[in-house]
Every structure is written in C-alpha cells, then in structure tokens.
C-alpha cells in the first residue's frame, strides 16, 4: 500500500503514527504534503516519510489518499487533485459535515470513497472512529479502511445518517471530558491538592470508569448505582449533579454539536 497525507496535523500525525506502528506500511511508502512547510518537515523529522511539493503529487503517486485538512478548504484541495485522482482509488475523508454525496459530486470521478469520524483520543491510541462507505467501494478496501482507523484504537461501521450524530457523541466529545476533569481538578485543588495530583486523580477516574462501561457489559446506571450508597457521599453529589442540570446541559451541547455537524 502507498499512503498518501493532505495535511499535517495533530490527527494525520496520530493516524500515521498508529499505521506505522501496527506495520500497515513502511515510511518508504507514505508520502505527504501540507500548505505550512514546517509540517511537513515535522512529519518527514518524526516519521522518517516523504514530503513533496503540493496535493497533486501526493494524490498521483498514491494507492490510498487521506484527506486530513479541515473542512472549511476541502473544496479547493479536491479541485487541485482530482484531475491527477484515477477511477478506483481508495479516498479516506475525516472532515464533518462533508457527505459522501458531496464528495462524489467534487471529485467527479469513479473514485473510492470512504467517509470517516476519528477523535483526539487516536493520539495515545485510544481513538474511536466511524467509518461509512461510497459506491464501488470493493470488500478489500473497506477492511483496508477500518484496520487504518483501528490502528490507532477502535473503529465501526456505521449508516452515514448517523455521522452527525457521531462527531456529537464521540468526535467532540473528548472537550467536553477535558471540561470535566478540569473542573474536578479545580474544586480537589480548592480543597487543597496539589493540581497535578489532582488531575491525576479525576482522569484516572475518568479513565477507569469509562473501561468499567466497555468491559463490565452493566449499564451505567448499574454501575452508578454501585457507586451510590445509601445516605452516602457519592449520592448526595448524583443529588447536586441532577438539581444543576448537568445530565441536561450535556444532552443540549451534544444537541448543538450535532446540529453544526449537519450544517457544515
């Protein structure tokens, strides 16, 4: 396989690292490019891969192109590459907002298409990425597809109505987590720890709960339930946390979440 990179940022790096690591390719056959040269000097320094000169090279020396800028200027690099772009050739996208439709439409050719949702937690190979496919898009590249993703943590098929959806849920959803172990960190700080414990203490949490969810097969009202005994301290806290809205307040982010997702 020759994987080719439009764009070398913080995700591409985390795909590329997860692909490298888990021998999907050697660095001999990954080739990238970015408008910002010091990027791609970044990756050719960390990754020991080849930068050139612009998207069309990439696009036309490459088995698989993954398209990893943002969505705003998708638009103008599909129409740089897509007269060098051949029929079949497998296209990973990551952009929200952009359908496959949409895509089949700026490409204007038989191409691959593969449209996906990974997150920030890819980074220390904790991702969670959904992928959904185009047209023509034969069984050995779908598996192709989903092992890059898997690379750097899990990945699932999913219909392509529910992407909006996933960029809510699992897409933006690290912020909202990174919110909330900050605010833990500061009422354990204004309690008197140290603040790099305390950010140890409430990730770690974080972490362990979210393990016991995906290994205990318990709902996690089960498991809250658990936590909460009877006149005890985790249930007066459950108490505050329901009084303050913050079941609500999480559901309406995710609500607005979605719906700039579907809008973009």
Known sequence: MKLGIIGCGNMAGAMLAGILEQGGCGPEDVRVTDVLPGAVKGFEEGFGVKGLEDGRAVCAWCDVLLLAVKPQVYEGVIAQVRDVCRAGQLILSIAPGKTLAWLRERFQKPVHLVRAMPNTPAM??????????????????????????????????????????????????????????EAMADAAVSFGMARQQAFTFAAQAVLGSARMVLESGLHPAQL?????????TTIEAVKMLEKTGFRGSLMDAMKVCWEKSKGM
């Open 124 to 181: 220390v190979g904790e991702g969670m990425a959904a992928l959904c496919f185009g047209e023509g898009v034969s069984p050995q590249q779908q598996e192709l597809a989903q092992r890059l993703l898997e690379s750097t943590g899990k990945a699932q098929v999913v219909p392509e109505g529910l992407m909006d959806a996933v960029v809510a849920v699992s897409g933006s959803s690290p912020a909202y987590v990174f919110v909330m172990v």
């Open 224 to 232: 809250k339930d658990m936590v909460c005994s009877p006149g005890g």
